[in-house]
């Protein structure tokens, strides 16, 4: 069978390896990875609005992210033998050269969240990027792109991919009051769409790329090397054209936790490029999705921001995800459903 990938001196495909570990307790994993979202989106949108420049945010994120990885690859012997194993991982054509830029997804979606969070509220934030990654996650399952499994659209994946998708916007509906322009509601949301939508491929990406290189962290640390890089390189190019301006030095915030981001990414990131070898980029979508709404009831109860809505339709939205998760991992037999 042909590599979707493209011509053979990408590498041959490689299947994930079996794993013993039941497939409900990898979902559990996604999950709990899933909670992380809603906090690291809830952190940037707060520090975008606090220097008033999203990108900004999004740079500052993703740089905190890169010190913390940097540290621990500095500290953890095994973590540098498998840092010296990136260059020939792509030599040796086990991984295209291009999944190094697999960050650059990441930073769009970062930059989503800096930007337009704020503006639009974590809970249309959260719509906009959810049907992004749910469609993306169909399609990169579909084709076995970045040498992962192919996996059919089966009827009940289909059926557990639109409960998923009409959940969170019931789940969310609360929220909607948000009395921005239709036209300009619009523009923002193809922001935090297409951040989504290039999550999938990212954690396929990933996936492939710690495989390569032993060790899932190390795929993290080059996702926050190529999205620091890629957004510094639009900072500058944003200085040059603009001029220099805020936020200075003096502009950032001292409260420590609006410097959360990064790390909160680097739990996502990493855990992303595991499960994508286990569950599949679908499955670990449904199970982060349900812990972003998990996340997001959890944060609306305990710490809520302005505007925060916590009503029945959110919890019914968050219980019905999580029963779309239990459809899409049952080991659905049709043979075995028509005989009895």
């Given amino acids: 069978m042909n590599d979707p990938l493209g011509p053979a001196g990408q590498g041959p495909r490689r299947a994930p390896t079996p794993s013993r570990i039941p497939a409900p307790l ?20 707060a520090l975008g609005l606090r220097l008033g420049d999203g990108l900004a945010a999004a740079l500052t994120s993703f740089g905190t992210g890169l010190v913390v ?9 095994s973590l540098r033998a498998s840092a010296r194993g990136i260059l020939p991982a792509v030599r040796e054509g086990r991984i295209p050269w291009w ?18 969070v704020g503006v639009l509220g974590i809970a249309v934030f959260t719509i906009a990027a959810v049907t992004g990654q749910t469609v993306s996650g169909l399609l990169v399952d579909r084709v076995g792109f970045a040498q992962g499994r192919v996996r059919r659209i089966t009827g009940m994946r289909a059926i557990a991919t639109v409960l998923t998708l ?32 290039g999550q999938s491929f990212q954690s396929a990406m ?15 640390l080059v996702n926050f090397v190529s999205g620091t890089s890629g957004l510094a390189l639009v900072w500058g190019v944003k200085a040059v054209v603009a001029g220099p301006a805020r936020p200075l030095p003096g502009d950032f915030p ?33 199970g982060m999705i349900a812990g972003q709404l998990l996340g997001s009831l959890a944060l609306d109860v305990v710490v809520p921001a302005p505007g925060s809505v916590v009503a029945l339709p959110t919890v019914i939205g968050t219980v019905a995800t999580l029963g779309a998760m239990v459809l899409a991992t049952l080991p659905w037999n049709r043979r075995l459903l028509r005989a009895r």
Avoid at 26 to 36: D, M, S
Avoid at 69 to 77: K, N
Avoid at 166 to 194: C, E, M, N, Q, R
């Fill in 69 to 77: 990885l940097v540290a621990l690859t500095a500290l953890v012997p």
């Fill in 99 to 116: 999944y190094l830029g697999a960050g650059l997804l990441g930073a769009l979606f970062v930059l989503g969240q800096a930007a337009t």
């Fill in 26 to 45: 990898w979902l559990g994993a996604a999950v709990l990875a899933g909670i992380a979202i809603p906090a690291q989106g809830r952190i940037n949108g």
């Fill in 206 to 220: 990933n996936g492939a790329s710690g495989t390569a290189y032993g060790n899932p962290l190390t795929a993290t």
């Fill in 166 to 197: 009409v959940s969170v916007a019931y789940a969310v509906t609360p929220k909607l009051g948000t009395g921005i322009d239709p036209l300009l509601l619009a523009v923002l949301v193809l922001l935090p769409f297409a951040g989504g939508f």
């Fill in 254 to 286: 001292a409260d420590w936790w609006y410097y959360l981001g990064g790390p909160l990414g680097i739990v996502f990131i990493a855990a992303a490029t595991v499960l994508v070898r286990h569950l599949g980029v679908l499955l670990t979508g449904l």
